[in-house]
């Protein structure tokens, strides 16, 4: 039996800047919690504490550096041919970690290390959004004032939030990302209706950083309801983090990100773990099962996946999350032709004429009516159950031995690092690293597999292949020949004597 995951307590954060180039770095200690009547003055005591040691940066590394990594290329593009040329991949060992802009294409060679952190850690806007009873979702106070943030009002109370006390829930603006903490207050006011709903929420230009802010949004919607009109710690919480961005012009959202060895965090800080998507894989995994590696599947394919689940949605935008994560590739040239696995998160009947344009996303929703669009997503998942309506992909559906194998052995060191850690000690590894690294090799030894065979003289793909990627000869037949033609690799495959290219 798989288990639900629960939503995570949020925790007290405080913002610490790491230490100037020509300062030493103080000794790392545990944090410490400043007391309420403090977290109430202002938005910058109100919390967002990030452990001494732990990443501030988009790529989780420790410390205080701002290093991550990118090996595969962030591009939007249309689907590779059959017919495109091969790709040769002779890159065996990780890339080495870059300093990257706020789009994750160009590195800024002009900034410090320290500026370049504060390039990810950008508010574009701060809003409060609230329920009238006569109008219905509405943008209550925002900042800036002349921000565009038409459907925000919904994006940012989900519909069915009425239901429940308090949510949290991610979602996209444009080229923008945001976070929005929801609570709902009784009142005793007949032209409230005996209910008083809110949202506090921030857009920014990049969704991995958005947790910092979760414990302080948490905070001022329940201070909006409490004391409505009072806006002064949001204005000087923008006035504080209010972004200078670049004109890039693109407009355009990049997709998850994506790690090598050197930039998974050694040793995560539990508090930074349950607070931000990054740190929700050991529960997405459990509630999924052996589903998990249908997922999987169908995230390397880049297929359009759509999540459907009632009130509360936050612990569902953490799996959108965690759906991007099952496709990392860490090999040089593998996915620069494909379309980017986009993290939606929360959409609602609004975002439908975008996702007719979309090519491949991960998205959740609490409307229900988005089943009956069949024409806007590949794969729709109700609670555990995954399931598709095209014909092509119902094999995918099905698990067969090689799938279990591979959920049998991550599960196995799954139990074998929760064993080294309570015997041990073992801090130097944890669950999120297991996790995103077995995935990542799996991918890896699948696409090393198939670059080989491509640029060898017999480009001939046959069962012994296939068993050294981890796959059923058999049964994986037809992932294989999607796999090859949304990546544009030219290889023949053989299965007992039958054979397409």
């Known amino acids: 039996m798989v288990k639900q995951s629960d939503r995570a307590p949020?925790?007290?954060?405080?913002?610490?800047?790491p230490p100037e180039p020509n300062q030493a770095a103080p000794p790392q200690s545990a944090p410490q919690r400043e007391e309420d009547a403090q977290q109430q003055k202002t938005c910058r005591s109100a919390g967002h504490r990030?452990?001494?040691?732990?990443?501030?940066?988009?790529?989780?590394s420790s410390g205080n550096t701002a290093i991550t990594c990118s090996p595969t290329k962030c591009v939007t593009a249309v689907v590779g041919s059959p017919g495109s040329p091969r790709i040769v991949s002779s890159g065996h060992e990780w890339d080495r970690p870059q300093f990257l802009g706020p789009d994750r294409r160009a590195p800024f060679p002009g900034l410090s290390v320290r500026d370049q952190w504060e390039e990810?850690?950008?508010?574009?806007?701060?809003?409060?959004v609230t329920f009238d009873t006569r109008s219905g979702n509405m943008i209550e106070w925002c900042r800036p004032h002349d921000i565009n943030l038409d459907g925000v009002e919904f994006k940012s109370m989900a519909s069915g939030s009425h239901r429940i006390t308090s949510d949290f829930v991610y979602f996209r603006k444009g080229c923008y990302f945001g976070l929005a903490c929801f609570a709902n207050m009784p009142v005793e006011s007949e032209l409230e209706r005996g209910a008083?709903?809110?949202?506090?929420?921030?857009?920014?230009?990049?969704?991995?950083?958005?947790?910092?802010?979760?414990?302080?949004?948490?905070?001022?919607?329940?201070?909006?309801?409490?004391?409505?009109?009072?806006?002064?710690?949001?204005?000087?919480?923008?006035?504080?983090k209010k972004?200078?961005?670049?004109?890039?012009?693109?407009?355009?959202?990049?997709?998850?990100?994506?790690?090598?060895?050197t930039t998974i965090n050694r040793c995560m800080h539990p508090e930074m773990k349950i607070t931000h998507p990054a740190g929700c894989m050991s529960q997405?995994?459990?509630?999924?099962?052996?589903?998990?590696?249908?997922?999987?599947?169908?995230?390397?394919?880049?297929?359009?996946?759509?999540?459907?689940?009632?009130?509360?949605?936050?612990?569902?935008?953490?799996?959108?999350?965690?759906?991007?994560?099952?496709?990392?590739?860490?090999?040089?040239?593998?996915?620069v032709s494909v379309p980017e696995l986009r993290p939606f998160f929360y959409i609602n009947v609004a975002d439908i004429t975008t996702l007719e344009t979309e090519m491949s996303y991960v998205a959740c929703t609490?409307?229900?009516?988005?089943?009956?669009?069949?024409?806007?997503?590949?794969?729709?998942?109700?609670?555990?159950?995954?399931?598709?309506?095209?014909?092509?992909?119902?094999?995918?559906?099905?698990l067969n031995a090689a799938d279990k194998e591979k959920y049998r052995k991550l599960s196995e060191q799954r139990q074998m690092l929760l064993y080294s850690q309570e015997v041990d000690g073992d801090c130097t590894s944890n669950e999120e690293d297991l996790f995103i690294l077995f995935f990542m090799e799996l991918n890896n030894r699948i696409f090393q597999t198939l670059s080989e065979v491509a640029g060898s003289t017999d480009p001939t793909l046959t069962a012994d292949h296939i068993r050294a990627m981890g796959l059923d000869p058999q049964n994986d037949r037809s992932f294989l020949v999607d796999l090859l033609e949304v990546y544009g690799i030219d290889v023949t495959l053989v299965i007992d004597n039958l054979c397409c290219t």
């Open 10 to 17: 949020l925790l007290d954060w405080e913002e610490i800047p």
């Open 50 to 60: 990030i452990p001494k040691g732990t990443a501030a940066v988009t790529g989780w």
């Open 120 to 128: 990810k850690d950008q508010i574009v806007a701060v809003f409060v």
């Open 196 to 240: 008083r709903m809110k949202s506090v929420g921030i857009l920014s230009p990049s969704y991995t950083l958005l947790y910092r802010y979760m414990h302080f949004l948490e905070n001022q919607v329940r201070h909006q309801l409490q004391c409505p009109g009072q806006y002064s710690p949001l204005e000087a919480f923008y006035e504080d």
């Open 243 to 261: 972004a200078v961005l670049p004109h890039s012009g693109n407009g355009l959202v990049t997709a998850c990100p994506t790690w090598n060895v």
């Open 284 to 335: 997405f995994i459990q509630f999924f099962g052996e589903q998990i590696m249908v997922l999987w599947k169908f995230a390397l394919l880049r297929k359009r996946l759509l999540i459907f689940s009632p009130p509360p949605v936050g612990v569902v935008c953490y799996r959108v999350y965690c759906c991007c994560c099952l496709a990392n590739v860490s090999l040089p040239g593998i996915g």
């Open 366 to 398: 609490t409307e229900k009516i988005f089943e009956e669009k069949k024409e806007l997503y590949d794969v729709y998942i109700d609670n555990q159950n995954v399931k598709s309506h095209k014909s092509h992909l119902q094999p995918l559906l099905r």
